[in-house]
């Protein structure tokens, strides 16, 4: 069974910095896609950024310019680097991949941002 391991997260003041870091452990190959959702308390999830295993990456509009996204493809393993947060970041920060059609998600790790 694939499973999502995050870590990272927790609590910072506007325009401090958090770094998320998940990996896809006993997967005998690497992933095409990995990549960060957020959803915040009476919001659906969003895209936050993606990247494929052959390098190109996509971000959220609201993100550009402060969060990169990278991922190490031996490892299957993604890190989201987040800076110059802000309090509109606030939410729980989900790490996705998706395997022969079939999306998978880590356990979620809250991110929040003080003013």
């Known amino acids: 069974q694939v499973q999502?391991?995050?870590s990272g997260g927790g609590w910072v003041q506007a325009g401090g910095s958090l770094r998320l870091?998940?990996?896809v452990p006993g997967v005998g190959f690497s992933v095409t896609t990995m990549g960060w959702y957020r959803q915040a308390p009476g919001k659906q999830r969003e895209l936050?950024?993606?990247?494929?295993?052959?390098?190109?990456?996509?971000?959220a509009d609201s993100v550009k310019g402060r969060f990169t996204i990278s991922r190490d493809?031996?490892?299957n393993?993604?890190?989201l680097q987040m800076n110059s947060l802000k309090a509109g970041d606030t939410a729980?920060?989900?790490?996705n991949t998706r395997i022969f059609g079939i999306n998978y998600w880590g356990q979620g790790t809250q991110v929040t941002v003080s003013s």
């Open 4 to 6: 999502l391991v995050e």
């Open 21 to 23: 870091s998940c990996a």
């Open 48 to 59: 936050v950024a993606t990247v494929t295993s052959g390098g190109p990456t996509n971000y």
């Open 73 to 75: 493809n031996a490892e």
């Open 77 to 79: 393993t993604v890190w």
């Open 92 to 95: 729980v920060y989900y790490c």
